[in-house]
Structures are given as structure tokens and as C-alpha cells.
């Protein structure tokens, strides 16, 4: 079992900057490759950027690609993602979650993952 906690949401004005986290904790985290989903009122679920176990890889929708970036501390199990240049329409709840897979590869819907958190809000002010 994985648990995934987020933090590090809140209210930001609009071209301002945020740093999600997403720390991990339980049997073998460390192995999970992970990912940022984000959700709006009355919208799907979006896949924002993912990051595999070692943190070499990433891959990003091409929706945030530029402003956006993910990123890994291996030490602390954490990952990260940057968010600059913030937008009105990126307000949202912010999901972290976790897969495991042997290799990497570029997962971008919510049912190919396993463990999810409790997400962290994202207010943008124009």
C-alpha cells in the first residue's frame, strides 16, 4: 500500500507561481512512478505531467509543457511540480498519483493508476 499526500496549493494572483508536493510513503514508494492529474468543477479529470521511480524521465500534456515542470527528490521521496505563469483556467484540485511499472512509459489516464491522494486546491486570481 501507498500513501500519497499533497500540499503546497493555494491562492495564487494570475502569472504568479506555485510548488506542488507529493510525498510518499509506505512498502516500496520508492518504485512508483507518478503523476499530476488536475480537476475542474464539473470537468473529467486532466493528466497534467508524470515522472518515472528514478525521476530521469517525464513526460508533460501539451497543455502545460513550458510553465510546468515535474520533478523528483529521491531522498525524500517527494515529487514536485513547478507551476509557473499561472492562469486562470489552470484553477483546479491538483491529484497526485502513483503506478508501478517495470519500465517507463507515458501513462496519461487515471485508470492506469493504482494510488491516488487526497489532491490539493489550486485558486487563480485574475
Known amino acids: 500500500q501507498v500513501q500519497l499526500v499533497e500540499s503546497g496549493g493555494g491562492l495564487v494572483q494570475a502569472g504568479g507561481s506555485l510548488r506542488l508536493s507529493c510525498a510518499a510513503s509506505?512498502?516500496?514508494?520508492?518504485?512508483?512512478?507518478r503523476a499530476w492529474f488536475r480537476q475542474s468543477p464539473g470537468k473529467a479529470r486532466e493528466f497534467i505531467a508524470s515522472?518515472?521511480?528514478?525521476?530521469?524521465?517525464?513526460h508533460y500534456a501539451d497543455v502545460v509543457k513550458g510553465p510546468f515542470t515535474i520533478s523528483k527528490d529521491n531522498v525524500q521521496n517527494t515529487v514536485f511540480l513547478k507551476m509557473n505563469s499561472l492562469k486562470p483556467e489552470d484553477a483546479a484540485d491538483y491529484f497526485c498519483?502513483?503506478?508501478?511499472?517495470?519500465?517507463?512509459?507515458?501513462?496519461?489516464?487515471?485508470?492506469?493508476?493504482?494510488?491516488w491522494g487526497q489532491g490539493t486546491q489550486v485558486t487563480v486570481s485574475t
Open positions: 498519483a502513483a503506478r508501478m511499472e517495470l519500465l517507463w512509459s507515458t501513462r496519461i489516464h487515471e485508470d492506469e493508476y493504482d494510488y
Open positions: 509506505g512498502r516500496a514508494s520508492n518504485v512508483y512512478d
Open positions: 515522472i518515472s521511480r528514478t525521476g530521469m524521465n517525464t
